[in-house]
């Protein structure tokens, strides 16, 4: 999904609606704006419809991702990054959340998602990953 492909979401949204625990409304960590662009979707967006629709549950885009990908950044960089997600205008924050991601690697950027969800009110019932980088 990475390249630009989407052959994998149903694969994925399968297996996770299969096996993963949901509480919730179902909230994806976006990607950067220019991911978006050159791919021509975002990959954790379009999971998260998939799984919500097979799951049967809420899907809600609230979060908004600034500044740069994540990619070439060492552990302590990552880890050291904040503030890279604001609420989208208008959203009607739910009160329990379910956050997905599509990789993690240090927990930075579902942590930094988290905060941003608690402190709005959210109650974070979990996150949920489709990968976990070795980094």
């Known amino acids: ?5 989407r052959d994998p ?7 996770l609606a299969a ?16 991911r978006r ?3 021509g979707f975002d990959q954790s967006i379009e999971l998260a419809r998939r799984l919500a ?4 549950i809420a899907c809600a885009e609230l979060l908004e ?12 960089e990552r880890l050291a990054a904040a ?4 609420l989208c205008g208008g959203a009607r924050l739910p009160s329990a959340v379910t956050l ?12 930094d998602a988290a905060r941003v969800l608690r402190a709005a009110g959210a109650d974070i019932r979990g996150i949920v990953v489709v990968a976990r980088s070795g980094d």
């Open 1 to 5: 999904m990475k390249n630009g492909q």
């Open 9 to 15: 979401l149903d694969a994925f949204a399968e297996l």
């Open 19 to 34: 096996r993963a625990p949901l509480d919730g409304v179902l909230v994806a960590l976006p990607t950067s704006r220019a």
């Open 37 to 39: 662009a050159n791919r």
């Open 53 to 56: 629709a097979r799951r049967g």
């Open 65 to 76: 991702k600034r500044g740069a990908a994540q990619e070439g950044r060492g552990r302590r």
């Open 83 to 86: 503030g890279r997600f604001r």
């Open 100 to 111: 997905l991601d599509d990789v993690c690697t240090t927990g930075a950027t579902a942590r």
